[in-house]
């Protein structure tokens, strides 16, 4: 009977947020005794980031179908301790809770000063402090929703157990303790359970009036316990989003990897079709050096052949203007001397006839000349010597 008695259920509970960084999932198991004790028709939580605590809370009224209404109060802006951080937190804190528990649940994005006025004097049973954790702060809190709560109300404060940076969550809770029955846990940087209503259940009146030190350490023991094996599953589940997260990566960057490998290999083959095309380009130009050379070299030569050709027309004008001379002064001699005798002609015909085959040799060698391919090609340099 003791071991299917159903307020042992808590111990075995699980967190229904889970795979987001928290502190408190230590604390879940409690989450679901004390809504279980308490059985509050209004839950209040000032601080709750990524809605670890307060899934708990909202998860136990949802399986124990208390008529209960539910709060979470914050800014979801940070701050120093906790860290800042943007609209990322809260909209898949929304997501998460608008699927389960807005049939009963709000959401309030705001102060904590400025959300007390939503609330009733002496309506609250349950308020769970998680806020700035500086001992002004918290004490500023608890002072300031404490007309909210109700004749059986429980506070719940985390970070009672950490003494360090500018925590001061300890100092206050010591000052209460010294007003209000109450049970401290250890674990999980601490829970401080303080009664401050009168008419509580007597499970919650009972554990806060604990005095027996095995008493505590056992009820402590167990909690912690069952605290572990949620923070390890949860943190199970945080590293398995992990590895998928980084599964997802590994293989979009395999696919970078393949992408930019084909854009290498194209920039490669891109690479060698510009050095294919360089060297034909330096095999046109040197085709195109080779035959600059073989056209200056062909210059040269025509320009020694029109030379040789210039001389021999050179030559040639010579020739006719000799041969002028020799045809002026033969006929001159010849109308000059035809009264002379036969005797004083003889010597004279003798150089006619000589200088006519001087003459019809020369006219051989102008027409041997002029028809030769030197003279044809000099043509056109001729006549431009002449309009000149």
Request: net charge negative; hydrophobic share 40%.
């Amino acid at each position: 009977a003791p071991l299917l008695d159903e307020d042992l259920d808590s111990l075995f509970t699980l967190a229904p947020r889970s795979g987001v960084p928290s502190g408190w999932y230590g604390h879940v198991p409690f989450a679901f005794w004390i809504v279980r004790a308490l059985r509050p028709s209004t839950i209040v939580e000032l601080g709750t980031h990524n809605g670890v605590s307060y899934g708990a809370f909202c998860e136990a009224v949802e399986k124990l179908k208390i008529d209960a209404r539910c709060f979470a109060v914050d800014s979801w802006m940070g701050d120093e301790q906790a860290g800042f951080y943007g609209d990322a937190v809260y909209t898949d804190l929304k997501s998460f809770h608008d699927d389960r528990y807005s049939a009963f649940s709000e959401l309030i994005r705001s102060t904590f000063d400025d959300a007390q006025r939503y609330f009733a004097d002496g309506s609250i049973d349950l308020l769970h402090i998680d806020g700035y954790h500086s001992y002004d702060a918290v004490k500023h809190d608890f002072e300031t929703w404490e007309r909210k709560l109700s004749d059986r109300a429980v506070v719940l404060f985390h970070d009672t157990n950490v003494r360090e940076r500018s925590f001061g969550v300890y100092k206050f809770w010591a000052e209460l303790t010294q007003r209000f029955p109450h049970f401290e846990f250890l674990h999980e940087h601490g829970l401080g359970v303080l009664v401050t209503g009168t008419q509580i259940p007597p499970e919650v009146r009972a554990l806060c009036d604990l005095s027996n030190p095995e008493s505590v350490a056992k009820i402590r023991s167990r909690f912690a316990f069952s605290g572990r094996h949620v923070a390890s599953q949860s943190e199970m589940q945080f590293l398995n989003t992990q590895i998928t997260e980084f599964e997802t990566r590994v293989k979009e960057l395999s696919k970078e990897q393949d992408s930019l490998i084909g854009q290498l290999n194209d920039t490669h083959a891109l690479a060698q079709g510009i050095a294919d095309h360089r060297d034909r380009l330096v095999g046109e130009l040197n085709d195109a050096h080779a035959l600059a050379q073989s056209i200056a070299d062909h210059r040269d030569e025509a320009l020694q052949k029109l030379d040789a050709e210039l001389q021999s027309q050179f030559l040639v004008n010579r020739e006719r203007e000799r041969l002028a001379k020799n045809t002026k002064a033969l006929l001159s001699m010849r109308h000059g001397k035809e009264s002379a005798d036969a005797a004083h002609n003889a010597p004279l015909m003798n150089r006619i006839h000589a200088l006519s085959g001087e003459h019809r040799a020369a006219m051989d060698r102008i027409i041997h000349l002029e028809q030769s391919t030197s003279w044809k090609l000099t043509a056109p340099i001729r006549t431009i010597g002449r309009g000149v």
